[in-house]
């Protein structure tokens, strides 16, 4: 199965607050798995990317977490700002090449 | 910064019609793609290439769908025969090696709007 599911859809935080993206995925052979942030009418752009050897990876407020076993990783953004509003895709990458199965997408806004 | 561009930004075309999207990708860079991304839907692999071959496509790039890199800089995505399903974002991305990092660049796409 090459699918990677993407949960919630839309994601309204209050700024300060801690804003959290699950995403699921069933094919093994995934072995990178990086997140993109997409503004409007802009393409998407990498956030953070994790391999599946680390349990948990962070770059400045935002934090990915990773459970192999589970078969789960997840996108957590600290101290969330109102520039963090954006769509967020996760994604997983299998060798050979980076061909690239996205995620579902969720919307975030941060408000004030 | 170095980017990967795309023309036309946006281009509205009618059923039927081909229609040809163009990219400059990164230019140390050596695999490139083409993505979709249908209004509010996630974003789906169509084709990667390199060494002037296609390495890998989706069962999306049927037939009507073609790529080319004519000259040392572009990179081209054809639809011969455009229909209405067609109308999507396309994003062009590149990377500089083909390992399984999913670091991609992507540019900012042209939307194609098929009527």
């Known amino acids: 199965q090459q699918q990677v599911k993407q949960s919630p859809q839309s994601l309204i935080v209050q700024k300060g607050g801690i804003s959290i993206i699950n995403c699921a995925y069933e094919n093994t052979a995934f072995d990178y798995f990086p997140w993109y942030q997409q503004f409007p009418g802009k393409g998407p752009a990498l956030l953070i990317a994790i391999r599946p050897d680390v349990s948990e990876k962070k770059e400045g407020r935002f934090t990915i977490s990773f459970n192999k076993s589970a078969k789960q990783f997840s996108l957590h953004i600290m101290d969330s700002q109102p520039g963090d509003s954006a769509t967020y895709f996760c994604a997983a990458a299998r060798p050979p090449g980076n061909k690239l199965t996205f995620g579902t997408g969720t919307q975030l806004k941060v408000e004030l | 910064e170095p980017e990967v561009t795309q023309t036309p930004s946006h281009q509205v075309t009618q059923m039927g019609q081909e229609v040809i999207l163009r990219c400059v990708p990164i230019?140390?860079?050596?695999?490139f793609y083409w993505y979709r991304q249908i209004l509010g839907q996630k974003v789906e692999f169509l084709v990667s290439?390199?060494?002037?071959?296609?390495?890998?496509k989706s069962e999306i790039f049927d037939d009507q769908f073609s790529v080319e890199r004519p000259d040392g800089s572009n990179f081209t995505l054809k639809i011969r025969s455009t229909k209405l399903e067609d109308s999507a974002m396309y994003f062009c991305?590149?990377?500089?090696?083909?390992?399984?990092?999913?670091?991609?660049?992507f540019g900012e796409g042209s939307r194609l709007t098929v009527l």
């Open positions: 991305a590149s990377t500089p090696g083909r390992g399984g990092t999913g670091e991609l660049f």
């Open positions: 230019s140390n860079h050596l695999y």
């Open positions: 290439f390199y060494n002037n071959e296609i390495s890998e």
